[in-house]
């Protein structure tokens, strides 16, 4: 599939004027150098959207000052990522496996002309950007392919397609794209960091919820279980393929934003920690983890800790098909945690993790998931497993 881009704005689908000027000064500004004063006029402006009506302008003020606000104790990582408006978006959705491919492809078709545009600053475009786009490209076509639904005849190229003319989205997807991606520094390497972690904790979420929809399958609906370990492998591969348009970064250009980024770390994705748990059940070598991030904490209910995962659920099935459907499914998830280790040994080789841990060292113990236990289903009564998970 080509890169589709979405309709020019119209005057319905433009942000507030107050938010799109400010959302224009965000991101042309190195956050980890705004002055203390301006950090504490963010932070009050947040206050005043929440305290104020429900306006359009106000939701969007509140979607961009969240991550200023001195009120909330939220996590490094998730002031660093902007996921709440990834939440707020995917809310909005009837359908958060459809519209999880939508915002994936608009934020990468949107990192496309940001590359494109940066190349045209130059004289001669670099070979490194060049080989950027390429791959970014390969992030749409892979999009392009992810199956659908059992009543749909059409993968998600043709859902894209469709998606240009429903004013309502194109704005929904301009809200997550003005209200989210700031830089911490001044390096443009930076967007293609920013973009792909949003990607990847997208990602992460289509993960988990294609898992739980397989999980529950097992031994009661064949065709049902059949689509969704498709579309399970499609999330799963995503991440792979994400990485490598990742991996254009070198690792000069990721340490001259790293500082910045201070101790953001995805050690602290909760998106990350829900699939694993989904996938492979609760990993008792992460409980200290768990304990350790107070938003992590519900990650070691006794509950979650007897979740039969999708892998167990497999592996009990009497239908040979069944299980291997699964086996198949989730090499690309071995393959990306593999990736995911050489990421740090090539750019955190002898550093501490920005989140604490030691670096590559901490990824490479959880590439392997052999004998991980679980037990019996459990009802999520809090929606823990279902909703994408920001803080």
Known sequence: MNAVRFAGPTRTRELPAVCAELADRLHTTALAELPEDEIRRLSDRYDAAVAGADTDENEILRLLTRPFSLRLDTPEYYRYTGMHVTGWYLARREDPYEASLLLVHALVTDLIALEEREAGLHETTVEEGAERVRRLRAVLDHLGGFPLGPDRT?????????????????????????????????????????????????????????????????????????????????????????????????????????????????????????????????????????????????????RLRRFTSLRDAAADSADADVREAFAASEAPLHVWRGRHYGFGRRYLPEMTGSGGTEGAGYLKRFVGKAGLPSGDSIDDTEQLLTRFAFC
């Open 154 to 302: 059409m993968a998600s190229a043709e859902s894209v397609r469709l998606a240009g003319h429903d004013d309502v989205l194109v704005r929904d997807l301009l809200v997550v794209n003005r209200c989210s991606g700031f830089r911490r520094s001044d390096k443009h390497d930076e967007h293609m960091f920013m973009r792909s972690v949003q990607a990847c904790e997208v990602a992460f979420f289509l993960v988990r919820w294609t898992a739980r929809r397989a999980t529950e399958a097992v031994g009661r609906a064949p065709a049902e279980y059949a689509l969704r370990i498709r579309q399970f492998a499609s999330a799963a591969e995503l991440l792979n393929v994400v990485f490598h348009a990742l991996r254009t970064l070198t690792p000069e250009l990721f340490m001259g934003f790293r500082d910045a980024t201070g101790s953001a770390s995805a050690v602290q994705s909760l998106n990350y920690h829900l699939m694993e748990l989904v996938v492979y059940g609760y990993d008792e070598r992460k409980s200290e983890t768990y304990g350790r991030f107070a938003h992590l904490a519900p990650v070691n209910s006794p």
